[in-house]
């Protein structure tokens, strides 16, 4: 009977952390997609230096949760948003093609959300 309760206290112990998790990524992919949804559409209205501060932010914010990134998601994913920054800091720096860095701003928030729909507990995710 010992071994029913710490089978079943483990695995809501397990459940616990994944729910935690879970919401902490929606946290954090929330407020980075609403950063460059918001450099996206300064990008369009042609503010250069709004946009460019957001994205820095962003970018910064995405460094300060590196190392729990690393340890709960794949990294190609992880890579990718960071390349992801580097290319949309590299357009605003050179203040040349607004429409490409809105583009690569939309392809980032698209990223973001495909990573936290992957860490759903779906029917999808579990097959």
């Known amino acids: 009977m010992k071994r029913l309760w710490v089978s079943t ?20 992919t929330h407020q ?6 918001q450099a996206r559409k300064e990008l369009i209205q ?3 230096e709004q946009a460019q501060s957001l994205v820095q932010e962003a970018s910064q914010e995405w460094e300060r ?7 709960t998601l794949r990294h190609t994913d992880l890579d990718a948003i960071r390349s992801g920054f580097q290319e ?5 720096s050179a203040r040349e093609d607004a429409s490409e860095c809105a583009a ?7 990223q973001l959300e495909l990573i936290q729909e ?3 507990p779906t029917i999808h995710n579990l097959m």
């Open 65 to 71: 949760h590196g190392f729990y990134l690393h340890t």
């Open 88 to 92: 949309a800091l590299a357009y605003l």
């Open 46 to 48: 042609g503010q250069w």
């Open 9 to 28: 206290a483990l695995i809501l112990a397990l459940a616990g952390l994944c729910a935690l998790h879970v919401s902490t990524l929606s946290r954090v």
């Open 104 to 110: 690569v701003c939309a392809r980032m928030i698209n």
């Open 118 to 120: 992957a860490e759903l």
């Open 32 to 37: 980075l997609t609403g950063q460059l949804d």
